[in-house]
Each structure stands twice: as structure tokens, then as C-alpha cells.
Nanobody
Framework: QVQLVESGGGLVQAGGSLTLSCAAS????????MGWFRQAPGKEREFVAS????????RYSNSVKGRFTISRENAKSTLYLRMSSLKAEDTAVYSC?????????????????WGQGTQVTVSS
């Protein structure tokens, strides 16, 4: 079982950048495909980006493609989300998630382990 803790959220102006981190512990990080999801107030949680176990394969939602970059350092058991050209509509709680069986899926139901989330607020 893996435990996940996000960090790096905060308040940023529109057009700015922010990098989120997700530290994993309790199990071998490289066994898990990872994803980032977000939930804005009053909205359902949505897929942002995902990455395979080796960090080679990635997927992005259309809303963040070209602006966000997902990456991982297996030696440090850490997942990252580099966010650039931020918009007010990127404001949400961002959560990382892990799964061993479903690969770098876009579906939240395929993920077994979740962090508590970190708030990102983009001011316009």
C-alpha cells in the first residue's frame, strides 16, 4: 500500500507557473502508474494528466495539454506536475493518485490510492 502526500500548491497570478509534488511512501514507487486529478468548487473531479511506471508514457486532458507537464523521479519516489500559463479556470484542489493494475488511465475509478490534495488558486 502506498501513501501519497501532495505539496506545492498556492496562490498565483494568471499567466504564472507552479510546480506540484507528490511524495510517495510505503511501497515501491516504480510499481505504480500515477495520475493528477483536480476538483474545482461545485464541480466533479476531473482528469488532468497521467504517467506510466517508467515515466515514458504520458496523457493529458485537452484543457491542460501544452501548458502542464507531468513527470516522475522513481529514485526519489516523487511525482511532479509543472503548470505554466495558468488560467483562473485552473483553480482547484489537485490530487495525485496511484494504481498498479490499470496503467496511466484517465479514469479516477482505476486508481486505488489518493493523496489529500493541495489547493491551487489562480487570480485573474
Amino acid at each position: 500500500q502506498v501513501q501519497l502526500v501532495e505539496s506545492g500548491g498556492g496562490l498565483v497570478q494568471a499567466g504564472g507557473s507552479l510546480t506540484l509534488s507528490c511524495a510517495a511512501s510505503g511501497s515501491t514507487f516504480s510499481r505504480y502508474a500515477m495520475g493528477w486529478f483536480r476538483q474545482a468548487p461545485g464541480k466533479e473531479r476531473e482528469f488532468v494528466a497521467s504517467i506510466g511506471r517508467l515515466g515514458i508514457s504520458t496523457r493529458y486532458s485537452n484543457s491542460v495539454k501544452g501548458r502542464f507537464t507531468i513527470s516522475r523521479e522513481n529514485a526519489k519516489s516523487t511525482l511532479y506536475l509543472r503548470m505554466s500559463s495558468l488560467k483562473a479556470e485552473d483553480t482547484a484542489v489537485y490530487s495525485c493518485a496511484a494504481n498498479r493494475e490499470k496503467g496511466f488511465s484517465v479514469y479516477e475509478g482505476d486508481y486505488d490510492y489518493w493523496g489529500q490534495g493541495t489547493q491551487v488558486t489562480v487570480s485573474s
